[in-house]
């Protein structure tokens, strides 16, 4: 069973970057998405980004442009850099890998965008 464990995240003043990261247990087919999604207070998990091999990344509309999702197999880690943040970005952030049809989930890094 994949386990999958997020860092990075924390408090930034508005117009600020983090970077989170998420390792993954074992290797992921480099084939197999790997994601970003994140869940407000009082609101639905929904997804940030996402990446697998042979397709473009895909980000929700509100990121575009703000983020960038990256993958180093080698490594079997995820990397979501944000910049430029908002308070609307405020939310634990969880990594997503999908193999085999099975879902996994990190257990979240919370992100606080505050002045």
């Excluded at 003043?13 to 197999?32: K, N």
């Excluded at 509100?62 to 080698?74: E, H, K, L, P, Q």
């Amino acid at each position: 069973q994949v386990q999958l464990l997020e860092s990075g995240g924390g408090l930034v003043q508005p117009g600020g970057s983090l970077r989170l990261s998420c390792v993954a247990s074992e290797p992921i087919l480099s084939s197999d998405p790997m994601a970003w999604y994140r869940q407000a207070p009082g609101k639905e998990r929904k997804l940030v980004a996402r990446i697998r091999s042979g397709r473009d990344p895909e980000y929700v509309d509100s990121v575009m442009g703000r983020f960038t999702i990256s993958r180093d197999n080698a490594k079997k880690t995820v990397y979501l850099q944000m910049n430029s943040l908002k308070p609307d970005d405020t939310a634990v952030y969880y990594c997503h890998a999908r193999e085999n049809g099975i879902n996994y989930w990190g257990t979240g890094t919370l992100v606080t965008v505050s002045s």
